[in-house]
């Protein structure tokens, strides 16, 4: 029986800081959490596990720091990259659940959808003669 190996996430200082900034533990620790984060496509449990930090203390960055907050919720856009070019992928090689479901999604403008919007306007009221005044 073959071992499962884990990918271990690469957690690297890409950022180079200026000699007259001197950076905190905490700030070093919300740049790896920002690598790590990018690195499990947003995945909040497992960029905490790869830095050793509480998921309480990344949604309390979250709550304190807007230039932390901006770039973490940026990374939610990698992930939805990365699903979209797993499904056009799909697509590519003929998968027709995937063909069907981006149809729905993206093809509503040319007729692709299972129901239709129907808007009913009402002129008059539907209940007449009832008296709620005592």
């Not at 990018?38 to 979250?62: D, F, N, P």
């Not at 590519?92 to 129901?115: H, M, P, Q, S, V």
Request: charged share 30%.
């Amino acid at each position: 029986m073959q071992a499962k190996s884990k990918k271990a996430i690469q957690l690297t200082d890409k950022k180079a800081v200026s000699p007259d900034k001197i950076q905190t533990n905490t700030d070093i620790r919300k740049e790896q959490m920002i690598a790590a984060l990018e690195q499990s496509l947003g995945i909040v449990t497992t960029a905490c596990k790869a830095v050793g930090v509480a998921r309480a203390t990344h949604y309390e960055w979250l709550d304190s720091d807007p230039e932390y907050k901006k770039r973490a919720e940026a990374l939610g856009d990698i992930a939805l990259d990365f699903a979209e070019s797993k499904l056009l992928s799909q697509i590519t090689k003929g998968d027709t659940t995937a063909i069907i479901f981006y149809l729905k999604t993206k093809g509503k403008k040319r007729g692709y959808i299972e129901r239709s919007d129907i808007n009913i306007q009402i002129e008059q009221p539907i209940f007449t003669g009832i008296d709620l005044k005592d």
